[in-house]
């Protein structure tokens, strides 16, 4: 962890891990690091940047922490939520892609929140995988998506699977009203509940400010196909009787769609690379993250740009 402190101190980047993916750091202060991050994802430069802190307390002079963004703030962090508010001073157009908001969480993780305490200023992290791919859910799988790119160039600090396995929730209050702008653990109906007043999903911009909100993103190279449960065995024969290799997926995920959620992008990746055209999923079960489930599924299933 002090080797983590000491790169990002000297404008290296880390990958980190977090309760929802692993994220690659930077220093949200160095537009050099911060750049490096751009390059190494080969992310478009425009998109915005999740600022990572080490408390609430941390977040005015990045953010302009408003009545709801402190109900929020006290009640789900550290936890699965950024919040896109208007920027403060520190966060620079690097960051916000040039938006006058910008988003800030405080990750759940303890080394991390460790790490942030000891840097004392906010980490820039995007999920540490190539952009368009699916999102690193251990250590292992970010040294599988930078090998050979990043020889010697990324330290990664192994905190172990991450808990929740799927990116945190995004809520935008920079606007009249709340919006979420990316499902995940933290639930609309939870955000109503402490907000007290109705939140509305804006999952699809329509120019896309969040990758996330890209028809198809978190993809892995096979063809994703969802499959309700009783008509999964048939679809798998078929497609082998066309001659078409296929994996599926199943048992591994658990059955509850927290244990979904946890598995969800380390089963995709495994089954990728089996070298499959086609990846079977079975629709996935009820409870409290199946729509985000549902969301990632269909854009890792949509037609690629
Ligand atoms: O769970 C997570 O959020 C992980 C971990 C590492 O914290 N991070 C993550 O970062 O998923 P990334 O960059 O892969 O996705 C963050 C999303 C992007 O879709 C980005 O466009 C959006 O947040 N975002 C960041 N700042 C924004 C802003 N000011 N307005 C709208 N969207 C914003
Ligand atoms: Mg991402």
Same mark, same amino acid.
């Given at each position: 962890?002090?080797?983590? #402190?000491?790169?990002?101190?000297?404008?290296?980047?880390?990958?980190?891990?977090?309760?929802?993916?692993?994220?690659?750091?930077?220093?949200?202060?160095?537009t050099?690091?911060?750049?490096?991050?751009f390059?190494?994802?080969? %992310?478009?430069?425009?998109? $915005?940047?999740?600022?990572?802190?080490? *408390? &609430?307390?941390?977040?005015?002079?990045?953010?302009?922490m408003?009545?709801?963004?402190?109900?929020?703030?006290?009640?789900?962090?550290?936890?699965?939520?950024?919040?896109?508010? !208007?920027?403060?001073?520190?966060a620079?157009? #690097?960051?916000?892609?040039? +938006?006058?908001?910008?988003?800030?969480?405080?990750?759940?993780?303890?080394?991390?929140?460790? /790490?942030?305490?000891?840097?004392?200023?906010? /980490?820039?992290?995007?999920?540490?995988?190539?952009f368009?791919?699916?999102?690193?859910? @251990?250590?292992?799988?970010?040294?599988?998506?930078?090998?050979? /790119?990043?020889?010697?160039?990324?330290a990664?600090?192994?905190?172990?699977?991450?808990? #929740?396995?799927?990116? *945190?929730?995004?809520?935008?209050? *920079?606007?009249?009203?709340?919006?979420?702008?990316?499902?995940?653990?933290?639930?609309?109906?939870?955000?109503?509940?402490? +907000?007290?007043?109705?939140?509305?999903?804006?999952?699809?911009?329509?120019r896309?400010?969040?990758?996330g909100?890209?028809?198809?993103?978190?993809?892995?190279q096979?063809?994703l196909? #969802?499959?309700?449960?009783?008509?999964?065995?048939?679809?798998?024969?078929?497609?082998?009787?066309?001659?078409?290799?296929?994996?599926?997926?199943? @048992?591994?995920?658990?059955?509850?769609?927290?244990?979904? =959620?946890?598995?969800?992008?380390?089963?995709?990746?495994? &089954?990728? =690379?089996?070298?499959?055209?086609?990846?079977? /999923?079975?629709?996935? $079960?009820?409870?409290?993250? %199946?729509?985000?489930?549902d969301? %990632?599924? =269909?854009?890792?299933?949509?037609? !690629?740009?």
């Amino acid at each position: 962890m002090d080797e983590a #402190v000491a790169i990002l101190r000297a404008g290296g980047l880390v990958a980190l891990p977090t309760e929802t993916v692993y994220g690659l750091g930077a220093s949200a202060l160095s537009t050099t690091a911060v750049s490096r991050v751009f390059a190494l994802k080969g %992310r478009p430069t425009h998109h $915005p940047l999740i600022v990572h802190l080490a *408390s &609430a307390d941390l977040a005015p002079g990045w953010a302009e922490m408003t009545p709801y963004a402190a109900l929020l703030a006290s009640r789900f962090w550290p936890g699965p939520l950024t919040m896109v508010l !208007r920027r403060g001073p520190l966060a620079q157009d #690097v960051v916000t892609g040039g +938006l006058e908001t910008v988003g800030v969480r405080v990750p759940d993780h303890p080394l991390t929140l460790e /790490v942030l305490r000891a840097f004392g200023s906010g /980490v820039a992290a995007p999920s540490a995988n190539r952009f368009g791919r699916i999102s690193p859910t @251990s250590a292992e799988h970010v040294a599988e998506e930078f090998q050979g /790119v990043a020889e010697g160039h990324l330290a990664i600090l192994d905190g172990g699977p991450c808990k #929740v396995g799927l990116e *945190s929730t995004i809520i935008d209050l *920079s606007g009249d009203s709340p919006a979420v702008l990316r499902l995940g653990a933290i639930t609309p109906p939870q955000l109503e509940e402490v +907000l007290g007043v109705p939140v509305r999903l804006s999952l699809h911009a329509e120019r896309a400010r969040a990758p996330g909100q890209l028809a198809s993103h978190y993809a892995p190279q096979a063809r994703l196909e #969802v499959v309700p449960p009783q008509a999964f065995e048939a679809r798998r024969d078929e497609l082998e009787r066309d001659g078409i290799k296929v994996a599926t997926l199943g @048992s591994e995920l658990g059955d509850s769609s927290e244990s979904w =959620a946890r598995n969800l992008y380390h089963a995709l990746r495994a &089954a990728d =690379a089996r070298g499959p055209e086609v990846i079977l /999923v079975p629709t996935p $079960p009820p409870g409290a993250l %199946r729509a985000a489930l549902d969301d %990632r599924l =269909a854009r890792a299933a949509a037609p !690629r740009r």
